[in-house]
């Protein structure tokens, strides 16, 4: 015993050395006695109530301390114990049999129940973060934890409980909880669309954002076509929005009102739309982005455009730049034998072919080759790094009708692409 007090910890001290221990003057021995796990449960259980918190803190950390000591330090004066025991209840769960009527059961939801009702919150919220994907827990407790006022502590219960049905969600939401729980319910996987609709209709900012790029989320197309209704003052909705996998027709007609072209060209592209579809939501884009207006933008509109650029992001802004002139029927492609094969395909003619120097699989100038072996007649640009005469004078002498030099002015891009209009349409 007297090595063990001298802070020599080479061997477990005998049952009566650690009683002597238990009622010792030293601190810290009385702590790591307290602390071991093979620990005689009497001598846990007298700990629990001893006067330095530190002693009921290795309690509360010991995962062999009798579930008596453990009920009792749901009611310890310091919140850092309390703390503790919120942190390892995990470890007592197993001991919930299915009915909750064996003594083990009956004690360890008493100590959840002590938890749930603690008037500190930081409490409240470790517990519930600890116990918020268990099924074996007391509805009544995963309830009043969802039902906090605390959002720190409702929050992950509201997202993760598997006891919570959806009628009982709904109920919570008529609440008027806050936003941060409403959020917590929006993340919830396979959410229903009954609660889906619930958390729509609060109008919530941050929670229907959260319901939209929850993608597990059923959401029906009558609640979709809400949220369109009502986003056009959220900006936050309209990237999630877009984005969904599924988006009914009505929903679609209404983002082309107000989201930027980028999005509406995501948009396009995302959902695999008709073509009719897609010109009406470019000319709606169209329409709404230009009270000045080009004097071509009208035989703009008739064109019908093929983009060959190998890179996205610079494939996707000159789709939107084109869509803001007032083209809207725009292909884009990234290679060039594809490029050629949309080229031959379209029923209706391509007007004017922009076309990058760089592409994967052929150079711009063989496309160009290629191109006035099917038709002499239809526009082309040429966007290319190469400034050398010989490679201007070659592209000329295929009947280029634009060679622009990388990296360009969008201004200029577009200047360009009039001065087309001006001399052969």
């Excluded at 074996?136 to 006891?163: C, G, Q, W, Y």
Aim: aromatic share 4%; glycine share 4%.
């Amino acid at each position: 015993m007297f090595g063990w007090l001298k802070g020599k910890r080479d061997r477990r001290p005998t049952y009566e050395e650690a009683k002597q221990i238990a009622v010792c003057d030293d601190v810290e021995a009385r702590r790591d006695l307290a602390a071991l796990t093979d620990l005689e449960p009497e001598l846990l259980y007298f700990f629990a109530t001893d006067k330095n918190k530190e002693v009921r803190q290795a309690v509360a950390e010991n995962k062999r301390a009798p579930l008596q000591a453990k009920v009792i330090l749901t009611k310890d004066e310091d919140k850092e114990v309390r703390e503790k025991l919120a942190s390892r209840i995990g470890e007592l769960t197993p001991a919930l049999d299915k009915d909750a009527t064996s003594r083990a059961s009956q004690m360890v939801i008493e100590v959840m129940r002590g938890l749930a009702n603690d008037q500190i919150a930081g409490i409240r919220a470790i517990l519930s973060e600890e116990i918020k994907t268990m099924d074996n827990i007391p509805h009544d407790t995963a309830s009043k934890l969802a039902r906090d006022m605390e959002a720190s502590v409702a929050a992950p219960m509201l997202e993760f409980s598997p006891l919570l049905e959806d009628d009982e969600l709904i109920e919570i939401i008529s609440e008027s909880i806050q936003d941060e729980a409403l959020t917590a319910i929006a993340k919830r996987q396979g959410l229903g669309e009954k609660v889906s609709n619930a958390v729509a209709e609060t109008e919530s900012g941050q929670a229907v954002q959260a319901l939209l790029e929850n993608q597990s989320a059923q959401i029906s197309d009558n609640t979709l076509t809400f949220i369109s209704e009502k986003a056009k003052d959220h900006d936050n909705w309209h990237g999630p929005l877009v984005n969904r996998d599924k988006l009914p027709d009505e929903a679609i007609e209404n983002v082309a009102h107000y989201v930027s072209t980028a999005l509406v060209n995501q948009m396009i592209s995302k959902h695999n739309l008709p073509n009719d579809v897609v010109k009406k939501l470019r000319m709606t884009v169209f329409n709404r982005l230009n009270k000045v207006r080009s004097r071509f933008a009208e035989k703009f509109s008739q064109s019908r455009v093929l983009l060959a650029e190998e890179n996205d992001t610079v494939r996707r802004q000159l789709e939107n730049s084109l869509t803001e002139v007032g083209f809207i029927d725009i292909r884009s492609v990234g290679d060039g034998e594809t490029a050629l094969r949309v080229f031959e395909a379209e029923r209706t003619p391509v007007k004017l072919m922009i076309c990058s120097d760089t592409l994967p699989d052929m150079e711009g100038q063989e496309i160009l080759e290629e191109v006035r072996d099917l038709d002499e007649e239809v526009a082309f640009m040429l966007l290319s790094a190469k400034n050398d005469e010989s490679a201007i004078m070659g592209a000329k002498e295929y009947g280029v009708n634009e060679y622009v030099l990388k990296p360009y002015q969008e201004a200029d891009l577009l200047k360009r692409i009039e001065n087309i209009y001006k001399k052969l349409f």
